[in-house]
């Protein structure tokens, strides 16, 4: 492995700086459509603890003020209550500023507490609804599925980030304003000085956000891949051959190993952002000693009255605190940006567009017809090439062929998981592509090899098979019985009601062979399917349950059209027409009896199968 040396790839054009902030007004846009109210309410809040300061700083110079005159008033006046009570007043107004500002504080906290949830709700609602557009192709690459695990890690946060900071910005520069007002009458170098100590600081956190952002995106791979270990280390369904194999200290170790890569960058990262932090926040506290030296010797000459004096070094304090609030809010802003950039472009990826529309096709009952259907995987593999079939509605196919000859890929192109990449597809005369795709599924009741396991209850594992019938007990029944389900679901501790899977309380796990009539009956919950499609259905079952399945599959299927993957011969040979597949071609086709006589691989194989029983 290469040593991670990322530097080259961290660093920025200065002109992405500015272009970056192009996200911010679509997340406030997002936050006001979550909560009027609440966005009303956070600027309302943000305004006010704003403002109050300045006033409350202003409040304190007459307070100061009124304590000097009063102490040189005592010696000459008789009544103390008389000279005191204006400062009393004025001691009470601030205390209520204070209140005030505190209230308003809180106030924002539970605003934002409570716009979080929401808003992480929605951003997450619209990446899992982005996510159910997307193709399977798409899934399929690395770099969209990176996409999507880094928006899902940490987009949702950063839209309120965004608002707060947007709205620190704007309190920070209500309270600048306020200051500035106050301390322009002391001198308009005053402002320079403290804009002098802020900026370096600002300047260098833009630029670690910016890489920080970068880092987090060029390891996101090897994060996944830290996901996937992890996953294997703790999953019931991977820890029982982990265990078996011993491959926990692999594992654990691959896992550190890929730590330590990341942790590696990250340190050095951290260490330099502090290094700068500390540096450059130190000419802060040097230009803010210099002020202060400034304001003492100007109250020394007679220039400042003492309140002035406590007054300016006050807002002195709170005009560099808000400075650089405002700008670390700046900064700040510049990362969330980044973050939603990412967001946003896992939004916008293009989806395929629904073209069709066909719910019913030219040529009623023509069936099933592949033309010239060639297929290559986006990865480049040909999976299968120049595919031609007709299957009329009642007629039965079996597929066999080899492992990875292409059977399950014609399924895949069939239910326009993927589109042929030449050549057609079409049912009843119109191409797969017009057909309107929910109306085209409907039609077609389809079992993969590698089905869910839903750790679902049992009923509702059925259901999935057919969303519009999802609750329908009587559905459930019926679909059980065809599958040869019910025997061993009526046996269970709730019937149709217990919970399958290990992940929930009470969940009761099943045996491969059951797990596969489940997913055999859900094929039937499609009642008007009139395509069925069985991917290898009996791979685990004994061979008189499989010898039932099939009873069953043919009384019930007589008027659909039928297509079976399998690699039991006994199963395959009552189908109508058989296709024998090999890389991708067919190379073989016929009922049994004619790919018998044909002597072909079909009968090689056949015989193969038969003798392993004799
Ligand atoms: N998602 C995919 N991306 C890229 N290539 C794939 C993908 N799925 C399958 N392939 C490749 O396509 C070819 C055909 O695979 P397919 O799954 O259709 O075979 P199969 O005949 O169903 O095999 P089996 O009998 O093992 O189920 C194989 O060479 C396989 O490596």
Redesign the pocket.
């Known amino acids: 492995m290469p040593p991670f040396r990322i530097k080259h790839r961290l660093a920025a054009a200065p002109g992405d700086f500015f272009n970056v902030f192009r996200y911010t007004h679509r997340a406030l846009l997002l936050v006001w459509q979550t909560s009027r109210l609440m966005m009303l309410g956070l600027a309302l809040a943000t305004l006010v603890a704003g403002v109050l300061p300045a006033v409350a700083a202003w409040v304190g110079q007459l307070i100061v003020d009124g304590v000097v005159a009063a102490t040189r008033h005592q010696s000459i006046a008789t009544d103390t209550l008389e000279i005191l009570s204006p400062v009393l007043w004025l001691v009470t107004l601030e205390g209520g500023i204070i209140v005030v500002i505190a209230l308003a504080q809180r106030l924002l906290e539970a605003q934002q507490s409570l716009l979080r949830a929401r808003l992480g709700q929605r951003v997450n609602m619209m990446i899992l609804d982005k996510a159910g557009q997307l193709s399977?192709?798409q899934f399929?690459d690395s770099e969209i599925y990176d996409q999507l695990t880094r928006a899902r890690r940490e987009a949702s946060t950063r839209p309120l980030s965004l608002v707060n900071r947007t709205f620190t910005l704007l309190q920070n520069l209500i309270s600048l304003a306020s200051f500035a007002v106050l301390l322009v009458q002391f001198s308009p170098w005053a402002l320079g000085i403290i804009a002098f100590g802020a900026l370096p600081v600002f300047f260098s956190e833009a630029r670690f956000s910016g890489e920080a952002f970068r880092l987090f995106r060029w390891r996101s791979p090897q994060m996944r891949e830290q996901r996937y270990l992890e996953t294997l280390l703790a999953r019931e369904d991977s820890i029982r051959e982990v265990k078996l194999f011993g491959l926990e200290p692999l594992l654990r170790e691959r896992y550190r190993a890929i730590f330590e890569r990341l942790y590696d960058e990250e340190r050095r990262l951290t260490l330099r952002r502090t290094m700068w932090g500390f540096l450059l926040g130190l000419l802060g506290t040097l230009t803010f000693y210099a002020a202060y030296g400034w304001v003492v010797l100007e109250t020394i000459i007679g220039t400042l009255t003492l309140g002035q004096m406590t007054m300016y070094l006050m807002v002195f304090k709170q005009s560099q605190s808000a400075l650089s609030a405002g700008l670390g809010a700046i900064s700040g802003m510049y990362e969330d940006n980044l973050y939603l950039s990412n967001l946003y472009e896992f939004l916008e990826l293009p989806v395929d567009a629904e073209y069709g529309t066909l719910t019913e096709g030219a040529t009623p009952g023509d069936g099933l017809r592949f033309e010239h259907v060639h297929f290559d995987?986006?990865?480049?593999?040909?999976?299968?090439h120049d595919i031609s079939l007709h299957l009329r509605p009642g007629e039965s196919l079996a597929?066999v062929?080899?492992?990875?000859?292409?059977?399950?890929?014609?399924?895949?192109l069939l239910t326009r998981l993927y589109q042929p990449s030449r050549g057609r597809i079409l049912l009843d005369g119109s191409d797969l592509r017009d057909w309107n795709v929910v109306a085209l599924r409907r039609r077609i009741g389809v079992i993969f090899?590698d089905f869910v396991r839903y750790q679902f209850p049992v009923g509702e594992n059925l259901g999935v098979g057919n969303i519009d019938a999802f609750d329908d007990e009587q559905r459930w029944r019926d679909a059980a019985h065809r599958g040869l389900a019910d025997g061993f679901i009526e046996r269970l501790p709730q019937g149709y009601h217990t919970q399958l899977g290990r992940w929930f309380k009470n969940g009761q796990e099943l045996s491969g062979g059951q797990w596969q009539r489940i997913a055999l009956s859900r094929a039937w919950m499609r009642e008007n399917a009139d395509i069925l499609v069985l991917?290898?259905p009996t791979a685990a079952m004994d061979a008189a349950a499989e010898a039932a399945v099939f009873e069953r599959f043919r009384l019930y299927s007589r008027d659909k059209t039928a297509i079976v993957?399998s690699?039991r011969f006994s199963t395959v040979r009552s189908a109508d027409v058989i296709v024998v597949?090999e890389?991708?071609h067919v190379i073989e086709r016929g009922s049994h009896d004619e790919l018998m006589a044909a002597c072909g691989r079909y009968a090689e194989f056949f015989e193969l199968q038969a003798a392993g029983y004799r």
């Open positions: 399977l192709p399929e995987y986006p990865g480049g593999t040909t999976a299968l597929l062929g080899e492992n990875g000859s292409g059977k399950t890929t014609l399924i895949k090899q991917d290898e993957i690699h597949m890389h991708g």
